[in-house]
């Protein structure tokens, strides 16, 4: 089992940058993909972005493609999403999360693949 631990939420105004950090204990961090999903209220949850367990392949929601960067640090066990050019409807509810395999790609990024969820950190963008 995976515990993951978010911080880095806050209130943003609209064009500005958050990073959202996410710390992981319990398994080799090494050996899981990890990603970040989203969920705004009265929407499901969703997808943002994903990166595979030695960072060399990440995948992104077409919605946020361009604004935002997944990384990894497997040294610290700590995975990152460097948020820029925040919009309104970035506004949710975001959430860590650790895969059950070692990558996400080929469409198995989705929740369904994820083995362990972090508690959540809030992200508001004010216009």
């Known amino acids: 089992q995976v515990q993951l631990v978010e911080s880095g939420g806050g209130l943003v105004q609209v064009g500005g940058s958050l990073r959202l950090a996410c710390v992981a204990s319990?398994?080799?961090?090494?050996?899981?993909?990890m990603g970040w999903f989203r969920q705004a209220p009265g929407k499901e949850r969703e997808f943002v972005a994903a990166i595979n367990w030695n960072g060399r392949n990440t995948y992104y929601a077409d919605s946020v493609k361009g604004r935002f960067t997944i990384s990894r640090d497997n040294a610290k066990n700590t995975v990152y999403l460097q948020m820029n050019s925040l919009k309104p409807e970035d506004t949710a509810e975001y959430y860590c999360a650790a895969y059950r395999s070692p990558n996400c790609g080929g469409g198995g990024c989705s929740s369904p693949s994820v083995g362990s969820w972090g508690q959540g950190t809030q992200v508001t963008v004010s216009s």
């Open positions: 319990g398994r080799t961090f090494s050996s899981y993909a």
